[in-house]
């Protein structure tokens, strides 16, 4: 039976070894670098409404900063990081644009542009007819799903669909056309549906076209304060040092801790490399873009982690001390030390929850890495390291306590 055990433990450290070196490389390559890093363009806008429209408020404000997004990716040339700040504040960052001439720049400098054509092309509603925000979803006789649309003057937009009856009226977002409903009669009102048809896909088409209604709608428009240029040499100098760094400064611990507690401190160290391989596996599987503050919190959740580990070991040392076997001592110094780093994680998890919520760009980004760090954490260094153990203490080969860093001088008898 112990030699299953140990045959399965091998065979865990064989596997984990393989996936993570064969898959680095990879993960390391699919990185995505910010601003700080990568170098770009850094560009704060103040948001004014049009003339007419309705004051900015928090949520036309992330409304707008949503449609830069769409917008953006809709090219698919960069990855930004758009942010809402202050009250009328977006400030947009394009890791990896050199130029102020550089398409995306120019593409930004334009307004989100919606508009309701005839058929020969001619513009008959633009957004600012529409109410902000006044596109929604609604379900038909049939239970198909609608767009519902509401306006500011019920009379002009009688006028325009009169004109219009039996024939389209494309709807447009910049260039792109979006949609083209028949009016099928005169809509004296300042609110219209628009149906889709059915099928399984409708809900989705439904909710893409009022977020884009509701895109296009929005009275505001964008003034550029500013625009910077990011380089990115004194950025991926700092990533060197730093990873330079932190690789040194993991492997000086992780020899002191196999020195020092033995097979617990050996287990350690297969668990924190795997962790640092999942944090970057969840952070390119999240899409999330790696900055010098994010850095900042992979270190410390690699301290995070190797904390776990020894107060665990020596939990299990103090148990071994006390005259107990070494099963024994797995047990209770497992379970005595599981409170105390499950309390460590969650207040590290509500102190960088409160920082992502109150906090701005570089903090946000600080504080999601550390709320991802820590629940990594949690899966290889508590309960993928007691797998390990439990593997090795029940084959019966290793249940001497000098594996464990405990000499027999220190152990007490019960």
Do not use: H
């Not at 809709?74 to 890791?95: A, N, W």
């Not at 050199?98 to 120019?106: A, C, G, I, M, R």
């Not at 932190?246 to 297969?270: D, K, N, T």
């Amino acid at each position: 039976m112990f030699g299953k055990r140990i045959a399965a433990f091998l065979a865990v450290l064989v596997v984990t070894v393989a996936v993570i070196a064969g898959t680095s490389p990879w993960l390391l390559q699919d990185v995505k670098l910010g601003l700080d890093l990568k170098g770009g363009y850094e560009v704060l806008y103040k948001a004014t409404p049009f003339e007419g429209g309705a004051e900015v408020t928090p949520e036309t404000l992330k409304e707008t900063a949503k449609g830069l997004q769409q917008r953006i990716d809709k090219e698919g040339l960069v990855e930004p990081d758009i942010t809402p700040e202050g009250s009328d504040r977006i400030r947009v960052k394009l890791p990896g644009v050199e130029s102020e001439d550089d398409e995306v720049l120019k593409m930004l400098s334009e307004p989100i542009n919606l508009t309701f054509r005839a058929p020969d092309g001619e513009v008959m509603l633009t957004g600012t007819d529409f109410v902000e925000n006044g596109a929604g979803i609604a379900y038909d006789n049939l239970n198909n799903p609608i767009v519902t649309i509401k306006l500011k003057d019920a009379k002009k937009f009688g006028d325009v669909t009169t004109k219009l009856v039996g024939q389209p009226m494309s709807i447009y977002l910049d260039e792109e056309l979006i949609s083209s409903p028949m009016v099928n009669e005169p809509i004296n009102s300042d609110s219209a549906t628009i149906t889709l048809g059915s099928g399984p896909d409708v809900l989705k088409e439904a909710k893409d076209l009022r977020d884009k209604i509701n895109m296009g709608s929005l009275p505001l428009k964008l003034e550029a304060l500013y625009t910077n240029s990011v380089g990115a040499k004194l950025g991926m100098e700092s990533l060197k040092d730093t990873v330079t760094a932190g690789v040194i400064g993991s492997l000086v611990v992780l020899v002191f801790m196999i020195v020092i507690f033995r097979i617990p401190g050996f287990v350690a160290a297969i668990t924190i490399i795997t962790y640092a391989w999942m944090l970057i596996l969840v952070q390119n599987l999240l899409n999330t873009t790696l900055t010098l503050p994010g850095i900042a919190a992979f270190v410390l959740g690699v301290g995070m982690a190797v904390d776990a580990n020894i107060i665990t070991a020596e939990r299990i040392k103090e148990e071994i001390r006390s005259g107990k076997s070494v099963l024994s001592s797995l047990k209770s110094g497992s379970k005595n030390s599981f409170r105390t780093v499950m309390d460590a994680n969650i207040t590290g998890i509500i102190a960088a929850a409160v920082l992502y919520f109150i906090g701005d760009g570089a903090i946000k980004g600080f504080a999601l890495t550390m709320i991802f760090s820590i629940l990594v954490s949690i899966v290889t260094n508590i309960y993928f390291a007691r797998f390990l153990l439990n593997l090795l203490v029940r084959s019966n080969k290793f249940i001497k306590p000098g594996y464990y860093g405990v000499k027999e001088s220190e152990i007490r008898e019960l």
